[in-house]
Nanobody
Framework: QVQLVESGGGLVQPGGSLVLSCTAS????????MGWYRQAPGKQRELVAD???????TYADSVKGRFTISRVNAMNTVNLRMNSLEPEDTDVYYC??????????????WGPGTQVTVSS
C-alpha cells in the first residue's frame, strides 16, 4: 500500500505565501506523477499543478505565475510554493500521486487533504 502525507496548510493573509509539502511512502516501485488538487464545498476537485517523472509541469490558469511545483525525487516528495495568495485560493488542497506499486500495476493515491484559508 502507498500513503501520502501532506503538510503546510493554514491561515494566511491576502498577498501572503505558503508552502505545501507531500511525501509518498510504502510500496513504491515508480512514481509517474505527483500533484496538487483543490476542492471547495459543493464543487468538483480541480487540478492546481502537477509534475511528472521527467520534470514536466502543468498549472491551472488561475495559479500560473503565482504557484510553483517542485519534486524531490530521492525523497518522493512534491512541494507547492504558493505566492500572492488570494481569498479565492481558499480550499482544501489534496495531494495526488500516480504510482506503480509493482512493475505492472499503477493506481492514483490521494492524501487526506490540508486546509488553506486566505483571509484578513
Amino acid at each position: 500500500q502507498v500513503q501520502l502525507v501532506e503538510s503546510g496548510g493554514g491561515l494566511v493573509q491576502p498577498g501572503g505565501s505558503l508552502v505545501l509539502s507531500c511525501t509518498a511512502s510504502g510500496s513504491i516501485f515508480r512514481i509517474v506523477a505527483m500533484g496538487w488538487y483543490r476542492q471547495a464545498p459543493g464543487k468538483q476537485r480541480e487540478l492546481v499543478a502537477d509534475v511528472n517523472a521527467g520534470g514536466g509541469t502543468t498549472y491551472a490558469d488561475s495559479v500560473k505565475g503565482r504557484f510553483t511545483i517542485s519534486r524531490v525525487n530521492a525523497m518522493n516528495t512534491v512541494n507547492l510554493r504558493m505566492n500572492s495568495l488570494e481569498p479565492e485560493d481558499t480550499d482544501v488542497y489534496y495531494c495526488k500521486g500516480r504510482i506503480y506499486s509493482s512493475p505492472t500495476r499503477w493506481d492514483d493515491f490521494w492524501g487526506p487533504g490540508t486546509q488553506v484559508t486566505v483571509s484578513s
